[in-house]
């Protein structure tokens, strides 16, 4: 069964701080996999997106990482700001085929 | 580009009234749309699958006459949620894949609407 495992659940940083979320999945074969950030109440908006040849994409302060071999990627956060307190969702789509399968995402809270 | 926008952004309803949302790619043609749910705190849960001029492809346990679904251009889909009930109440996006994804096979995001049935 195609899964994607995300950690932690949510985490709570200071302000200016970095931080890094995981995901491992199992979704084989494998096409590509994105990071979205979801504010509250609002749709995904894609940071990254890699494909199996991939192993680091950079979107601003926001660096992906994915180990294909493995089956896992991270999510890199430096000097965080208080406008980065959202969900951040882990997402891979196999190969052939348009749906994707969700993580359940890290809620991360950025305090002052 | 790759802007796709979701009307109304709120509704709020009674029991047993029926409600339309739409979904369209504003800068791009998408032969295939999909809807999803999301609970609060929860996960994006996929509804359908919708290609332009066929029927919809629902996921299992997902009633096909209560959310009623029609691609009828690579620019729109429409949601119909029927005799809505109090827990029909969530959040929905849509997302639109475009006729011409590139490498990626991205996938566009909606903003979301949220319905609330009282």
């Known amino acids: 069964k195609n899964q994607v495992e995300q950690s932690p659940q949510s985490l709570i940083i200071l302000e200016g701080k970095n931080c890094t979320l995981q995901?491992?999945?199992?979704?084989?074969?494998?096409?590509?996999l994105r990071w979205y950030k979801q504010d509250t109440g609002r749709g995904p908006v894609s940071l990254t997106i890699?494909?199996?040849?991939?192993n680091t994409k950079s979107n601003g302060r926001y660096t992906a990482t994915l180990d294909a071999d493995t089956k896992q990627s991270s999510l890199h956060i430096t000097a965080s700001q208080l406008s980065d307190s959202a969900s951040y969702i882990c997402v891979v789509t196999g190969a052939g085929s348009y749906q994707l399968t969700f993580g359940k995402g890290t809620k991360l809270s950025v305090i002052p | 580009g790759a802007v796709v926008s979701q009307h109304p952004s709120r509704v709020i309803c009674k029991s047993g009234t029926s409600v339309k949302i739409e979904c369209r790619s504003l800068d791009f043609q998408a032969t295939t749309m999909f809807w999803y749910r999301q609970f609060p705190k929860k996960s994006l849960m996929l509804m359908a699958t919708?290609?332009?001029?066929?029927?919809?492809?629902?996921e299992q346990g997902v009633e096909k006459d209560k959310f009623l679904i029609n691609h009828a251009s690579l620019t729109l889909s429409t949601l119909t949620v029927t005799s809505a009930h109090p827990e029909d109440s969530s959040f929905y996006i849509c997302?639109?894949?475009?006729?011409?994804?590139?490498?990626?096979?991205?996938?566009?995001f909606g903003p979301g609407t949220r319905l609330t049935v009282l």
């Open positions: 890699m494909t199996f040849s991939e």
């Open positions: 995901c491992n999945y199992t979704v084989s074969p494998f096409s590509n």
């Open positions: 997302s639109a894949y475009p006729l011409t994804s590139g490498s990626y096979n991205e996938q566009f």
């Open positions: 919708s290609n332009e001029g066929s029927k919809a492809t629902y």
